[in-house]
C-alpha cells in the first residue's frame, strides 16, 4: 500500500498491511508551518489515499492549521505537501478547484437565501450560472435542507447552517472534500443525520473525504484511515479499514494474579500482547487456541475472571497515541 | 430540474473562465443592494442634479426662450466651471451613496466568517477585492463620469465642433476626476469595513473620516500654524485635483501635484489594511 508514515515520532502500523496501489490523496513531505516564533506542524511526512482519512488529535494539535496549509491558507515554512497530485505552494488554485472544504465555525453569507448562497459558492467554482442552480437545489436536497432552502440562512438553526456548509462544499462536484469538525454544536439525532450523509456520500465513491475531528465516534463511524496528531508532530497512524478486514484474534483477559511470567508466556506463543492495568490484549498467533491461554494461566495460578473477543477501539489507538 | 436526485452526484460539465468569477460577486452585491428601497431611493436621488444640468445645457442654446424673460444667454454659461460644478455636486452625492453601500460589501463576509468561503475556492483575494470594488465603481461611474459625459456630448451637439474641438480636454478631466474619487472611495469604504467589520459602525466611520478629517485639519493648521494640516482632509486634496484638472484659478494652499501624491498615499493605505484583513484565517502569532 502506498501509506507510509516516515516520521520518528510515528508509530506505523501501515508495514504489516498488504501493497496495493492506490493515487494519494495527501502527501505530506517534511512540512512544517511556523507562525512567528510558534512551530505548529513539525516535520510531517506521509502519504495518505484512503476514502476516508480521518484527522485526530486533541484540540491545538494542528488538524486545523493541517488543513489550512492545504488549502494554501498558510504558508508552510519548510518542507511541502501535495493534494492530489498538485503542489500547495505552486498549484493551490488547481487544489482549490478540486476540492470542497466545510469549515469548522460558522460560515455563511447574510441576507441570502441557501439556494442563492450555495448557487452562488458553485459559480465562484466555475459553474454556469443555469448549472450552479441546478446543482444547488440537489445539493440542498442531498443534505435535507430541500424544505427550507428559501429560507435566509441567518434564521437556521446551528444544525441547518452546518448542513449549508455542507451543501456548498459538495455542490461543484469536488474531487475532495475536506471536512473539519462537521458535527460541532449538534444535538444526537444531528449529529446521527450527518454521519450518514458523510457515510452516504463517502460510499458514493465519487469522492474522497477527509474528516478532522477531535471526536473519536465521528471518525470512527466514517473513516477508513486515522492519522493522530499530536502537538504538530504525527502521533500515530492506522488503517481501520484493513485492520478491521485483517482475520486477527483479539482477545481481551481480565485476569488476578497475572504477573510478567503470564505474559511472557503467552508471547512465547507467538501472540502480541498489552498490558493495561489487570487487563491483558492480545491477538491471538495462527493455531493457538484459547484453551492453550487457559492452560498457561493455570500452570502459573492465574485466575481469569473475564474473557472478551475484543480488538482495539479507536479510543484505544487514540490513548496510546497520546501515551506515546 | 433534476431535484429528484437525493444522493451525491459529481459535476462533469462546462466550467466559466476564470477571469469571469469577480462578476459573480458583482451581480450578487447589485442584487442585494437595490433590495433596499432607501438605497433605490437614494440613487433615484443622484440623476436629479444631472436632469438639471440638461435642462440649463437646453436653455442655454434657446435664445429665445431666455429673452422672453429678459435674460441673456451668459446667465448660463456651459465651461470648464459648469463641469467642475457637476462633478463636485455629484462627488457629494456618490460619497452619500458610498456611505450607505460600502460598509455592506465585505462586513457582512467578515463578520459572518464567510471568507474561508470564497478562498477554498479557484479565488484569489486580489479577485475578491476586485469583484466588491467593481459594485462600487460600477454603481458611481452611473452616477458620476457617465452622465458627465452625457452632458458633455449634449454640449457639443449643440454648440457645434469648434466648441467640441476647444473643450475636449473636459471630457477627460471628467472622467479623471471621477475615477480618482471613485478609487478613494470605494478603497476608503472597503478597508473600513474590513478592519471595523460591524457594517453601521463602518458607515460612520467613513462619515467620520472625512467631516472629522476636515475639523482635524483646521485644527492642525491653526495649532501648527501651517498648511500642511490639508493633507488630512481628503475633501480639500480632492478638490484641489479637480480644481488643476478643470483648469481653474485657485488659492489653494498646497499644489495639484502634492495633493495627488497624499491621494495615491491613502489609496495605498486603503490597500495596505486590505490586504491584512481579507484573509481566510487571521494568523496569530
Known amino acids: 500500500m502506498s501509506t507510509a508514515i516516515q516520521n520518528g515520532a510515528a508509530e506505523s502500523t501501515n508495514e504489516q498491511t498488504a501493497a496495493a496501489p492506490r493515487t494519494p490523496v495527501i502527501e505530506l513531505q517534511n512540512l512544517s508551518v511556523r507562525f512567528g516564533s510558534r512551530e505548529i506542524l513539525k516535520n510531517l511526512a506521509c502519504s495518505l489515499g484512503g476514502r476516508a482519512i480521518g484527522l485526530l488529535g486533541p484540540n491545538g494539535a494542528g488538524k486545523s492549521t493541517l488543513i489550512n496549509t492545504l488549502l494554501g491558507f498558510y504558508k508552510p515554512s519548510s518542507g511541502s505537501a501535495r493534494v492530489l497530485g498538485y503542489d500547495i505552494r505552486s498549484e493551490t488554485r488547481s487544489i482549490r478547484s478540486l476540492v470542497g472544504y466545510m469549515p469548522e465555525n460558522d460560515a455563511f453569507i447574510s441576507r441570502m437565501s441557501a439556494v442563492s448562497f450555495v448557487q452562488m459558492m458553485a459559480e465562484l467554482s466555475g459553474l454556469p450560472p443555469a448549472a450552479a442552480l441546478e446543482r444547488a437545489h440537489e445539493a440542498l436536497f442531498c443534505v435535507g435542507l430541500a424544505e427550507a432552502r428559501y429560507r435566509e440562512i441567518g434564521t437556521y438553526s446551528l444544525g441547518m447552517k452546518q448542513l ?39 460510499d458514493s465513491r465519487q469522492l474522497q473525504i477527509v474528516l478532522c475531528s477531535h471526536l473519536l465516534r465521528d471518525v470512527e463511524d466514517t473513516c477508513e484511515e486515522v492519522l493522530i496528531l499530536k502537538q504538530g508532530r504525527i502521533a500515530h497512524y492506522s488503517n481501520l479499514e484493513e485492520e478491521r478486514n485483517a482475520n486477527k484474534r483479539f482477545l481481551e483477559l481480565e485476569t488476578y494474579g497475572a504477573n510478567g511470567d503470564f505474559t511472557e508466556a503467552i508471547e512465547k506463543l507467538g501472540c502480541e500482547c498489552a498490558v493495561t492495568a489487570n487487563r491483558l490484549k492480545m491477538i491471538l498467533a495462527d493455531g493457538i487456541e484459547i484453551r492453550d491461554i487457559y492452560r498457561l494461566a493455570a500452570e502459573r495460578d492465574v485466575r481469569i475472571r473475564r474473557l472478551n473477543f475484543r480488538r482495539d477501539t479507536l479510543e484505544d489507538i487514540f490513548l496510546k497515541a497520546m501515551e506515546s | 430540474m433534476a431535484v429528484y436526485r437525493r444522493t451525491y452526484t459529481s459535476y462533469a460539465g462546462a466550467l466559466t473562465p476564470a477571469w469571469s468569477r469577480s462578476l459573480v460577486l458583482f451581480r450578487y452585491a447589485r442584487r442585494n443592494l437595490f433590495r433596499s428601497k432607501l438605497q433605490t431611493a437614494l440613487f433615484v436621488l443622484c440623476f436629479f442634479y444631472p436632469l438639471l444640468c440638461l435642462m440649463g445645457i437646453y436653455l442655454a442654446h434657446n435664445l429665445s426662450f431666455l429673452e422672453r424673460f429678459g435674460a441673456a444667454n451668459q446667465i448660463i454659461k456651459i465651461d470648464s466651471k459648469f463641469f467642475f460644478i457637476f462633478i463636485s455636486v455629484q462627488g457629494a452625492l456618490a460619497f452619500v451613496l458610498t456611505a450607505f453601500v460600502g460598509p455592506g460589501l465585505i462586513s457582512p463576509d467578515i463578520a459572518n466568517g464567510a471568507l474561508p468561503l470564497y478562498f477554498c475556492r479557484p479565488f484569489s483575494r486580489a479577485e475578491y477585492v476586485l469583484g466588491k470594488a467593481s459594485v462600487l465603481a460600477i454603481l458611481l461611474s452611473q452616477i458620476t463620469w457617465i452622465p458627465g459625459l452625457v452632458l458633455f456630448v449634449v454640449q457639443s451637439s449643440l454648440a457645434g465642433p469648434s466648441w467640441t474641438w476647444d473643450h475636449l480636454w473636459i471630457a477627460g478631466s471628467l472622467i479623471i476626476s471621477s475615477l480618482i474619487w471613485i478609487a478613494i472611495l470605494s478603497l476608503l469604504a472597503m478597508a473600513l469595513s474590513a478592519w471595523v467589520k460591524w457594517r453601521v459602525v463602518a458607515g460612520a466611520l467613513l462619515l467620520a473620516v472625512m467631516f472629522f478629517g476636515a475639523g482635524f485639519a483646521q485644527a492642525v493648521n491653526a495649532v501648527m500654524r501651517t498648511q500642511a494640516g490639508h493633507f488630512f482632509n481628503i475633501t480639500y486634496l480632492m478638490t484641489t485635483v479637480w480644481t488643476s484638472l478643470f483648469q481653474l484659478d485657485s488659492d489653494r494652499s498646497i499644489t495639484s501635484g502634492e495633493a495627488w501624491v497624499a491621494l495615491l498615499v491613502y489609496c495605498g493605505i486603503c490597500l495596505a489594511l486590505l490586504v491584512r484583513k481579507v484573509r481566510a484565517y487571521e494568523v496569530v502569532r
Open chain 1, 164 to 202: 449549508a456548509k455542507l451543501a456548498q462544499a459538495i455542490v461543484h462536484g469536488p474531487k475532495l472534500l475536506i471536512l473539519d469538525e462537521p458535527t460541532n454544536g449538534l444535538d444526537p439525532s444531528a449529529r446521527q443525520r450527518m454521519i450518514r450523509m458523510i457515510r452516504d456520500i463517502r
